[in-house]
Structure formats: structure tokens, C-alpha cells
């Protein structure tokens, strides 16, 4: 995709309606989510795409959320299939998505989609969130995807957001965006009835302050219980942000990248690092035996 400025929103061709049997033929999806494979947002999502594709869902058995990247290393995955035709693992939502494309499925998908999640995975929240996992996860396997988050919890309007989540896939295979290099993309939909949401506007990730303080509580047995305490307030919302675009009723869209690299302060960090090592280098020149102690 061209790089595009975060006040821009996309502009993607109008299409007519679409043809259902010709995209099933075209796309393969696989689904997976964070909140579990019972939850209302993959099933509704699973719903709006099966119309427009050849759907499987593997998810995790339990609600995995804040998870991030984690994979379970230390412990057997199971996989079962639930009598809706979904399977579930007992492990992490990157753990559904690797073992999917790397031995369950037998075939490489053509687009990772996770969601739709009970609550906006904006800002920091990208960091933690086991529903931005497993569509990274799916983007490091080389296959394009994205993330779907519902603005507020309790999914208000979650139809709504499933029919906009289906149009933009629908959108982005009839521009020949699916199939191809890999892609990652984070969207957040406002809770609202399906002609109240704004276009999809390209965004930045917005800010948090630090999360709220963590709760105490005292077990029956007399053991201190810590309780991760609630994410903390906005603190960027500015014009261009996903907070911003969000609160305006736009879907928010956002690339996201793996690489964490400081690409800003490299020259900083280089800089300081040779003073380091000169200083380093001198301290063994003055006291040699010590550092062969080392």
C-alpha cells in the first residue's frame, strides 16, 4: 500500500455488490480471536465473512485477553472442534494461529482475521492485546491481516461492526490487497447502528497515562491476591489519532509493524555506545588483571 497521511481516509474504489460464489472460490480466511470461541464477536464476525469466503475458525478455548505474541512452550496444546464447526485450543490466541498454519489446516490462507473484540485495542493497548496477536502472529507467517476491536465492550451494535468489518475485507480483496506481501492493519469500530460509522479514516496510534494502580485483596486463606489494575486514561487523543478518528465515529485503521527498533535515535545510541567502549577499552588498558578476572 501507499504510505498515506494519518488525516487521510482510505479511498478505495465503489464497488458494486458483491459476488458471494466468485469470493468464496478467491479467499480463504482464517479467523481467531482473544475473548474465546464462544465469544459474540467471532461468531458474528465468522457470520459476515462466511458470506464472502471460505471461513475456518480456530480460537482459543478461554478468554485470552492481554496476551500479546505469547506462545505456550511448556505445556501440550489440544485442539477440539465444537459442534458449530469451530475449534478451540487450550492456549493462547497466537498459539491457535501457529499451530492453524503450521500443520493444522493443510492449506496457507489468504487472510488472518482477529476479532471482533470486546473493546477498543487502541494506542498502548496494541501491545498487550491477544486479538493484535494472532493477526501478528498470522502477518510474521508472511500472510496479510487485521485486527477488529469493537470500541466500547458489552457489543452494542456488533452486527453493525461485523458488516463493516466484512465490507473492508471485501474492499481490500477486490483491490488486490489479499493474497499478496504481508500486511498488518488494526481497526477499531465506534458502537454504533451500521449507517452512523464514519469511513475508515488512517490513523497513528494515540497514547495512555499508565495504567491505573494495582487491587489488593486478601484470599481466604490469608494470601495477599494481586489484581492488574484497569488500562490508564487517554493521554494523546489529538487530530490524526486512532483515540481521535474513533470518538468522531470514524473506523479507525492503523498499519502496524513488527519491527521495534528506534530507527529515530540510532545515531544517538551509536554515538554513545563508542564512548562506551572507549571507555570500556581504557579501563582494561589501566587495569588489565581485571579483566582477565573477567
Known amino acids: 500500500m501507499s504510505p498515506m497521511h494519518p488525516?487521510?481516509?482510505?479511498?478505495?474504489?465503489?464497488?458494486?455488490?458483491?459476488?458471494?460464489?466468485?469470493?468464496?472460490?478467491?479467499?480463504?480466511?482464517?479467523?481467531?480471536?482473544?475473548?474465546?470461541?464462544?465469544?459474540?464477536?467471532?461468531?458474528?464476525l465468522f457470520d459476515a465473512l462466511k458470506e464472502v469466503a471460505d471461513v475456518e475458525v480456530v480460537a482459543p478455548e478461554h478468554n485470552n485477553s492481554a496476551k500479546s505474541n505469547a506462545l505456550t512452550?511448556?505445556?501440550?496444546?489440544?485442539v477440539h472442534q465444537d459442534s458449530?464447526?469451530?475449534?478451540?485450543?487450550?492456549?493462547?490466541?497466537a498459539d491457535c494461529v501457529h499451530i492453524a498454519l503450521t500443520g493444522l489446516l493443510g492449506y496457507r490462507p489468504d487472510l488472518i482475521v482477529a476479532g471482533i473484540n470486546n473493546g477498543a485495542n487502541m494506542g498502548d493497548d496494541t501491545i498487550y492485546s491477544g486479538t493484535v496477536g494472532a493477526a501478528m502472529e498470522g502477518f510474521l507467517f508472511g500472510i496479510p491481516?487485521?485486527?477488529?476491536?469493537?470500541?466500547?465492550?458489552?457489543?452494542?451494535h456488533l452486527e453493525s461492526a461485523a458488516r463493516k468489518a466484512r465490507d473492508?475485507?471485501?474492499?481490500?480483496?477486490?483491490?488486490?490487497?489479499?493474497?499478496?506481501?504481508?500486511?498488518?492493519?488494526?481497526?477499531?469500530?465506534?458502537?454504533?447502528?451500521?449507517?452512523?460509522?464514519g469511513h475508515v479514516k488512517l490513523c497513528r496510534l494515540g497514547r495512555r497515562h499508565a495504567a491505573e494502580a494495582v487491587i489488593t485483596q486478601v484470599s481466604p486463606r490469608g494470601d495477599t491476591m494481586y489484581w492488574i489494575g484497569a488500562a490508564g486514561p487517554v493521554k494523546d487523543?489529538?487530530?490524526?489519532?486512532?483515540?481521535?478518528?474513533?470518538?468522531?465515529?470514524?473506523?479507525?485503521?492503523?498499519?502496524?509493524?513488527?519491527?521495534?527498533?528506534?530507527?529515530?535515535?540510532?545515531?544517538?545510541?551509536?554515538?554513545?555506545?563508542?564512548?562506551?567502549g572507549d571507555v570500556a577499552h581504557a579501563a582494561a588498558r589501566a587495569n588489565p588483571q581485571a579483566t582477565d578476572q573477567i
Open 237 to 276: 487523543e489529538a487530530e490524526g489519532t486512532d483515540f481521535n478518528a474513533t470518538a468522531q465515529g470514524y473506523m479507525a485503521m492503523t498499519p502496524l509493524k513488527v519491527d521495534l527498533t528506534d530507527h529515530d535515535h540510532l545515531s544517538y545510541w551509536a554515538q554513545t555506545a563508542a564512548r562506551l
Open 73 to 78: 512452550l511448556h505445556s501440550p496444546l489440544y
Open 168 to 197: 473492508l475485507v471485501v474492499q481490500m480483496e477486490r483491490h488486490k490487497l489479499v493474497g499478496t506481501s504481508p500486511w498488518l492493519l488494526n481497526v477499531n469500530i465506534p458502537n454504533l447502528p451500521f449507517d452512523e460509522i
Open 145 to 156: 491481516s487485521i485486527a477488529f476491536s469493537q470500541v466500547d465492550k458489552d457489543w452494542l
Open 7 to 44: 488525516d487521510d481516509h482510505l479511498k478505495l474504489p465503489n464497488f458494486g455488490p458483491y459476488n458471494s460464489q466468485q469470493l468464496c472460490l478467491i479467499m480463504k480466511i482464517l479467523i481467531s480471536n482473544d475473548d474465546g470461541y464462544r465469544a459474540p464477536g467471532i461468531v458474528a
Open 84 to 93: 458449530n464447526g469451530f475449534r478451540y485450543v487450550n492456549g493462547t490466541p
